[in-house]
């Protein structure tokens, strides 16, 4: 890859970063206790959340880093951080 | 070629005007203020359309500056000494972010003790900057260094901020005649800045992001591979001047009387004036002396440099600077370390004057006397010291 | 708007702690701005952990200069887009060190100048980048490693630097204070600034679970507990006037202290009732001077007979 004048980059290139290796705990989502309030998807600092077509909410691991603050912050208690077996 | 009568600083900042930066900002200090009061009145009367932004201190000053120029617009500053001294973190910035800047510096002395005469430690301060360094001999130079230091520095073989320095109050607030180029001249030499990469919500990029061990070195190197690219757009963009208005600029160099010189004199800037006068004088009198004055410090024409002093057979360096502690037990100025390393392996004695620090006269007979000091082989030392106060 | 698989102006990929509050400010501040953005960062967490190069996290347009200057940068980008006419919006994104100490000189300029620009700062109440310095917005007593708990030493000996009021007084129309446990407010906030003509400010509350001392699911809980005992008060100023202030039920300082570890020293060896009442006593002039403390109707206790 050519050099950039100027240290500057193209944007969103962190997304080569897949944070996910870094997960100890792994958030499991059980969408029957899920309320589709999004308060997951808004208080993930990695905004690695998303809403499927069929309206389910679902991280994506390859940058979740576990940090539990979905499962923290749910109000439906309907996430739970498990041990992650690699 | 119709020539004007006017202060250097006012024909500085009529040369700005014709270069249309779209933003100013900069800081008041003597000897630069008369640049920055013109061009305030030129704004405020309508004559440049630009945003003169009135910051609080000369580190915003350049701060809004990369941030003008970041944002694709041609941008202008002015400075010296202290003001330099306070945007030395924003300096080494601009250049590693790669933007294209003009700044004058009315070089003038960096305190302690506090002096607002000239010498040139200010800008020589800041040679590792990565900044392109111009110095101009004469009022003229210093107006036509503005239109060609712009047009280096936004060329995309070079995209680096460049300085334009004059000696303060010996160029800033000296009555000259200048040829001002008329706007329709510099618009047809200086085209609109075409930045290559820059903020925009339609192309988002990141700036100035930071760099790991795995690639600073590279960036350092291809920040140092534009100052060297910046010789040949230089000599490029100086003939181009030349041919368009019959003052040629192509040369980093200029040598004066230099065919069979035996002692060469290296030299920066105004003082350059005087030296010639002393050299016509010499010559009259069957000296066979000689001055390579050089122009552009950085990127420094070392080659051109060795090329002109080849076959002399002692050079004398006047530096207005003094690089302190160098040396060993001798004394030194940062020219003459570019002088002695662009002349390493000749057997070419280089000489050191260091002169006329914080506005000390320089006279025609100072020049002789280094001359002839040159000649009985002694120098690298302070020239002038009053022994008496010492 | 469709970026990325997830949708967001700020990438996944950033090498933030797990639960850094700060990279969520971040995440929801660009939210709230949109892609009409030009943001300019100041060095510290954000930047660092945001943009190694070449691997960025920002989808707008954006520029990091120093430390200390990203006000100034800010003054002249503002100044370009006037002269070229171009619509986006300027925002600055730093930190509390950057904001309340070492920016101050350029700040103070670009906002007594009047520049059309937001500035948003995410306190964290340290220097988190360089390893958990006292600055400025450093509360009282906590334990950071330039203001350590020691024999004779019970941490940072200031109360926070009060920059909104600062910055009000230099003439801001809009000033507010936020906190990265109330998302929707915060994203509010933001976007009132941006619409503000004229140097407005948003200061941030960015729980650090690195720095203060937690576990980084509990970033939003802590910045709710800040809240709730009154050590750190979401309001707006417009114009000078406090208009807006969250009101709360009243919680003793303890609360909040005992979930962290700057301020374990007041916990342990032994229980420091003093330190912890002066630290009551900045509470409770916060809900004197803001108003903000719900008085509840007296419980009825159960009838003894
Ligand atoms: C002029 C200068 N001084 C010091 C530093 C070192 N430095 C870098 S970031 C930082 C602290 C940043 O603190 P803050 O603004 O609160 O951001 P945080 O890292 O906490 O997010 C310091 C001291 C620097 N980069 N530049
Ligand atoms: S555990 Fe943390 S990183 Fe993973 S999805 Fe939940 S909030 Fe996001
Ligand atoms: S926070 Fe819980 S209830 Fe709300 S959307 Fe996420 S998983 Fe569902
Ligand atoms: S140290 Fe604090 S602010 Fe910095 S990345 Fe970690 S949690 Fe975020
Ligand atoms: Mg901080």
Redesign the interface.
């Known amino acids: 890859?050519a050099?950039?004048?100027?240290?500057?980059?193209?944007?969103?290139?962190?997304?080569?970063?897949?944070?996910g290796s870094?997960r100890v705990f792994m958030p499991k989502f059980d969408p029957s206790a899920c309320s589709k309030c999004g308060m997951c998807q808004?208080?993930?600092?990695?905004?690695?959340?998303?809403e499927t077509e069929e309206k389910e909410f679902v991280p994506?691991y390859?940058?979740c880093?576990?940090?539990?603050?979905c499962?923290?912050?749910c109000p439906k208690k309907a996430i739970t951080?498990e041990q992650e077996e690699k | 070629m119709a020539l004007e009568i006017m202060e250097g600083s006012i024909a500085v900042a009529q040369a700005v005007r014709r270069c249309r930066p779209q933003v100013i900002s900069a800081y008041p200090i003597t000897p630069q203020t008369h640049i920055v009061e013109a061009l305030a009145e030129i704004v405020a009367n309508g004559e440049l359309a630009a945003d003169y932004i009135t910051v609080e201190s000369e580190f915003s000053a350049l701060s809004a500056c990369e941030g003008a120029v970041a944002a694709g617009s041609r941008a202008y500053s002015a400075t010296t000494s202290q003001g330099l001294a306070l945007m030395f973190e924003v300096c080494f910035n601009m250049a590693g972010l790669r933007l294209p800047l003009v700044m004058t510096i009315a070089n003038r002395a960096l305190g302690a003790p506090l002096s607002i005469w000239n010498d040139q430690q200010d800008s020589i301060s800041l040679r590792d900057s990565g900044w392109l360094q111009f110095y101009a001999e004469d009022n003229q130079e210093a107006v036509d260094l503005h239109y060609i230091g712009y047009r280096v520095a936004e060329d995309h073989r070079v995209l680096l901020p460049a300085m334009v320095c004059f000696d303060g109050f010996i160029l800033s607030h000296t009555y000259e005649p200048v040829d001002m180029l008329s706007q329709e001249q510099v618009d047809a030499f200086l085209p609109p800045f075409v930045p290559k990469f820059m903020l925009d919500a339609k192309a988002p990029v990141s700036m100035g992001m930071y760099a790991t061990p795995d690639y600073y070195l590279e960036f350092r190197y291809e920040t140092d591979q534009a100052q060297k690219r910046a010789i040949d757009v230089i000599r490029e963009v100086g003939c181009e001047f030349g041919e368009q208005f019959g003052r040629d600029y192509s040369a980093l160099i200029e040598s004066y009387r230099m065919e069979d010189a035996e002692t060469a004199i290296v030299a920066l800037g105004s003082i350059c004036g005087t030296t010639k006068d002393a050299i016509d004088e010499m010559r009259e009198e069957g000296r066979k002396v000689g001055l390579v004055r050089i122009r552009c410090f950085r990127p420094f024409p070392a080659e051109d440099l060795k090329a002109a002093l080849a076959g002399v057979e002692r050079v004398a360096v006047l530096d207005k600077n003094v690089v302190l502690g160098a040396g060993g037990s001798t004394a030194r100025g940062a020219m003459a370390l570019e002088v002695k390393d662009a002349l390493y392996g000749e057997s070419i004695p280089v000489l050191d004057y260091i002169i006329g620090l914080g506005g000390r006269d320089v006279r025609l007979e100072d020049i002789k006397k280094v001359v002839a000091l040159c000649e009985q082989g002694e120098g690298d030392r302070f020239y002038g010291l009053r022994t008496e106060v010492l | 708007m469709a970026i990325g698989k997830t949708c967001e102006l700020f990438e996944c990929g950033h090498r933030a702690c797990g639960g850094c509050g700060a990279a969520l400010a971040g995440r929801l501040l660009l939210k709230a701005a949109g892609e009409e953005t030009i943001v300019v960062s100041s060095t510290g967490c954000m930047e660092v952990f945001s943009t190694p190069y070449p691997e960025t996290a920002w989808r707008v347009p954006w520029i990091h200069s120093l430390f200390e200057n990203a006000s100034a940068v800010a003054s002249g980008i503002e100044s370009a887009l006037k002269q070229q006419g171009r619509k986006e919006k300027v925002v600055v994104v730093a930190g509390d060190g950057a904001t309340l100490d070492i920016g101050v000189l350029c700040i103070s300029g670009a906002f007594e100048r009047g520049h059309d620009i937001t500035y948003i700062c995410y306190d964290n109440e340290a220097y988190m980048n360089t390893g958990i310095q006292r600055s400025g917005a450093t509360p009282y007593d906590a334990s950071t490693t330039t203001s350590p708990a020691g024999k004779v030493s019970m941490g940072n000996r200031r109360p926070k630097k009060d920059m909104p009021r600062i910055l009000a007084a230099h003439g801001s129309p809009y000033v507010a204070t936020a906190s990265i446990a109330y998302p929707a407010d915060f994203m509010q906030k933001v976007e009132k600034a941006m619409n503000t003509e004229g140097p407005t400010y948003v200061q941030v509350h960015a729980p650090c679970c690195t720095g203060w001392g937690f576990d980084g699911s509990q970033t939003l809980a802590i910045g709710k507990l800040a809240i709730e005992t009154g050590l750190w008060v979401n309001y707006e100023m417009v114009d000078g006037e406090v208009t807006k202030a969250k009101k709360v039920v009243k919680k003793p300082v303890e609360e909040y202290l005992k979930e962290q570890k700057r301020f374990r020293h007041l916990f342990k060896p032994t229980l420091q009732v003093e330190e912890i009442a002066k630290i009551q006593a900045i509470a409770d002039r916060n809900f004197e001077r803001f108003g903000t403390e719900i008085k509840l109707p007296p419980k009825k206790d159960a009838v003894v007979e």
């Open positions: 890859m050099l950039n004048v100027g240290c500057a980059a193209a944007p969103g290139q962190s997304r080569d970063n897949k944070t870094w808004l208080v993930c600092p990695e905004g690695c959340i998303r994506d390859d940058y880093k576990g940090c539990g603050l499962a923290e912050e951080m």
